[in-house]
């Protein structure tokens, strides 16, 4: 089975600063994949940010960027130059794939508040 | 090019009544999975449904049952609702290769909020 952890419930960052979340998890497989997902107050799941376990290079994408470190099954989530839009819950997830199925398994979630 | 479409938007129900949620996926899209997401919580996964057969399950009780139409809409159904049923549904499609893989992209709906009283 996997497991996601996500020790941080809130965080609050000033406009324009960085902030870095956390996220740990644990798996048995040898390929999987981890994202990160927004979910603003309209409930709608976005995709933020996708990482291949097989790829040692960390995901990049514009001002949102992650530290995978497949050793310690750490993978946190830096979001640079915050907006006051990117206020959100934030959800990590890694993902299972077998030939019966594939499902996503979700963190707890962490608040993130921007201030103006 | 539409995306995942879920319906209806909110539901109200009554202990020990059954209620029928649906989703239709992303255009291309043949896979179909179910999330549970109470309040305060992420996502747990339901149940994945695809070529019209449940394909994996999670720990969900067999009040909690589904349906896949050669559309590859899907239907959720929950008999017997209990207090604790009351959440926000999430429907997520993908689509799956010929290996019967996934390639890990599942794009969601914006869910159904289901109340029971």
């Known amino acids: 089975a996997q497991t996601v952890t996500q020790s941080q419930p809130e965080m609050s960052v000033q406009e324009a600063e960085t902030v870095t979340l956390s996220c740990t998890y644990d798996?048995?497989?040898?390929?999987?994949?981890l994202f990160w997902y927004k979910q603003p107050p309209s409930r709608q799941m976005i995709l933020v940010i996708r990482?291949?376990?097989?790829?040692?290079q960390n995901a990049t994408e514009n001002r949102f960027s992650v530290n995978f470190q497949k050793a310690a099954k750490s993978f946190s989530l830096k979001i640079s130059d915050s907006q006051l839009g990117d206020t959100a819950m934030y959800f990590c997830?890694?993902?299972?794939?077998?030939?019966?199925?594939?499902?996503?398994?979700f963190g707890e979630g962490t608040q993130l508040t921007v201030n103006p | 090019d539409a995306g995942v479409t879920q319906s209806p938007t909110h539901l109200i129900k009554t202990r020990g009544q059954q209620v029928t949620l649906r989703c239709s996926p992303k255009?291309?899209?043949?896979?179909v999975s179910w999330y549970q997401q109470a309040l305060g919580q992420g996502p747990q996964f339901i149940f994945q449904?695809?070529?019209?057969?449940?394909?994996q399950r999670g720990n969900f009780p067999d009040r909690f049952s589904g349906h896949q139409f050669p559309n590859y809409s899907s239907e959720l159904n929950v008999n017997a609702l209990l207090l604790g049923d009351s959440a926000l549904y999430l429907c997520?499609?993908?689509?799956?290769?010929?290996?019967?893989?996934?390639?890990?992209?599942?794009?969601f709906g914006p869910g159904t909020r289901l109340t029971v009283l």
């Open positions: 997520a499609s993908s689509s799956t290769g010929v290996y019967g893989t996934s390639g890990s992209m599942q794009y």
């Open positions: 798996t048995s497989e040898s390929n999987y994949y």
């Open positions: 990482q291949e376990a097989y790829k040692q």
């Open positions: 997830a890694s993902f299972r794939e077998e030939t019966s199925g594939s499902r996503l398994t």
């Open positions: 255009s291309g899209h043949d896979t």
């Open positions: 449904y695809y070529e019209e057969e449940e394909r």
